[in-house]
């Protein structure tokens, strides 16, 4: 039924590169993207999703070719639209652009006070089983940030402190999946922020991915019901998320991993 459809925001990989570095990923790819088979892979992922849910673009523009991860946009639920304030000023140019495009559908737009970075659902990531906003901060986005978000969605937030470089946003290490269930990699967090998870998530709906799979980004997935989108995942992946009723759809993004980015980064949930 189409009204049931969940809606994504996506953005063509026009302008995509590595022009710049700023987290570890980016490391040696400097003008090392090959946009011919980044425009293909987006395209598989584009048609996967379209598949099960709806899509909606947002012009690629030139001078940001990181604003193909529409994640780092902002946060959405219902018709609100708090817009990111990024951490560089590399990524700084994208925000007028999202907000732009929300103002002009007529959300509720609101910015972050701009010494408040906040990196959008990167960083901000809804519960699928209980009326939670988890909220990370370590790399990108500040602690401060909660305060403002929570006094703006009127949501409980749940605060983990993200410690491997690697993982720089919540969403390349952690996912939470319709019916309550939850795709992370305790390894991400310090030992305080595992305590949280493991507090609010009972151990039958935690699955833990182990590090081939964390660095493959697994947990950097779009779920879509009871279908999850991912760059690539181990056998023991799938057969982990089979047990729980998933299917699992791999979709190469390779080129993206080479900005430090995956499936679910390249897409922005609008139906929260």
Known sequence: MAASRHVFLMCP??????????????????????NAVAKQQWRALYDAITDRATVR?????PGSPDM?????????????????????PERQYEEPYFADWFMDRGYDVSLMPR????????????????????????????????EVLAGRLDVDIALLHLVDSRFYHL????????????????????????????????????????????????CNAVGIGQTVVVNRATPEFVHTLGAK????????????????????CLTLRLDE
């Not at 390894?187 to 305080?192: G, I, M, R």
């Not at 998870?197 to 709906?205: D, K, L, N, T």
């Open 13 to 34: 990989p026009e302008y995509f590169n590595v022009a710049y570095i700023i987290n570890p990923w980016m490391h040696g790819n400097l003008k090392r993207i090959d």
């Open 57 to 61: 673009l947002v012009a690629s523009q």
């Open 68 to 88: 193909v991860f529409t994640a780092n946009a902002g946060l959405v639920k219902g018709r609100q639209f708090v817009c990111s304030r990024f951490r560089y």
């Open 115 to 146: 010494d408040c970075p906040f990196e959008g659902a990167g960083d901000a990531l809804f519960d699928r089983g209980q009326d939670l906003l988890w909220m990370a901060h370590g790399h990108r986005s500040i602690e401060g940030a909660r």
């Open 171 to 218: 969403d390349t290490c952690f996912c939470p999946l319709d019916g309550g269930y939850l795709l992370y990699y305790p390894l991400a967090f310090d030992d305080a922020s595992r305590r949280e998870i493991e507090r609010r998530v009972p151990a039958a709906r935690r699955m833990a991915v182990g590090e081939e799979d964390a660095l493959a980004f697994a």
């Open 245 to 264: 009723g998933f299917e699992v759809v791999q979709s190469p993004l390779t080129e993206f991993m080479k900005a430090g980015g995956s499936a679910k």
